[in-house]
């Protein structure tokens, strides 16, 4: 892997190459990359308008971001029963759901 080479790219783009002559532009040493790169011309941010569509994705984004994802009095629940020994395990219902996920996965599978 090779991560310098996409560096070195990067940073000559927008270099002022004026100063640089031709002859030793290959025979640059690290700081002159350095003083080569601090050359580039910074413009200005160009302005950008978003469709209707992304921005409503984006509003979407957040509201999943800011939603929970789980039940939050479920889990303590869960968790006091299992700290007080009185949460069970319904062995039967773990194994019909086994059961439908593993038809589910080989009927999709098969399509």
């Given at each position: 892997m090779k991560i310098?080479?996409?560096i070195k790219n990067v940073a000559a783009v927008g270099a002022d190459k004026s100063g640089v002559d031709k002859a030793g532009a290959g025979k640059l040493d690290s700081a002159g990359k350095n003083a080569q790169a601090a050359q580039?011309?910074?413009?200005?941010?160009?302005?950008?308008t978003l469709?209707?569509?992304?921005?409503?994705?984006k509003s979407l984004e957040a509201k999943v971001a800011?939603?929970?994802?789980?039940d939050a009095e479920k889990v303590d629940a869960i968790k006091s029963?299992?700290?007080s020994g009185q949460f069970k395990v319904d062995a039967e219902k773990v194994a019909d759901g086994l059961i439908t996920t593993v038809?589910?996965?080989?009927?999709t599978?098969?399509?």
């Open positions: 310098n080479d996409s580039v011309d910074i413009k200005p941010a160009e302005s950008v469709s209707p569509l992304s921005a409503q994705l800011s939603s929970s994802v789980f029963a299992i700290a038809k589910d996965l080989l009927t599978q098969k399509s």
